[in-house]
């Protein structure tokens, strides 16, 4: 069941590996990638090279690191580790060896 005010789109699948990575034009040594919406729901897999470092939120947010430590508001998360935002919070990341990450971020709907 739906939740009440999300829409979802048709069932769509992404091949991570046959998408490019592209700069982000907030940071450098930041790369991304769009994987996809729901209509409410963005997910992207980022990447930071090491030293790289750009705020993330505001939320909603769910984060989940894939490879290399991701440094969230000096916590240090691993390969395997799953982490929010709070709705409205901010939140620095950095990495200071590199990090590929999954960011889940619940996106504005004008209706």
Sequence with gaps: MQPAGSRLSLRMSTNAREIPWRPSPAAPRVHLKDLGDSG?????????????????????????????????????????????????????????IGCVFLALRRVEVTR
Excluded: Q
Excluded at 57 to 66: Q, S
């Design 40 to 96: 409410d729901w963005s997910l992207l897999m980022m990447r930071y090279e090491a030293g790289a470092s750009l705020p993330l939120g505001p939320g909603p947010l769910l984060l989940y690191v894939l490879e290399g430590e991701l440094i969230r508001d000096g916590r240090r998360l691993w390969p395997g580790v799953a982490d929010s935002v709070a709705p409205g919070a901010a939140a620095e990341g950095r990495s200071e």
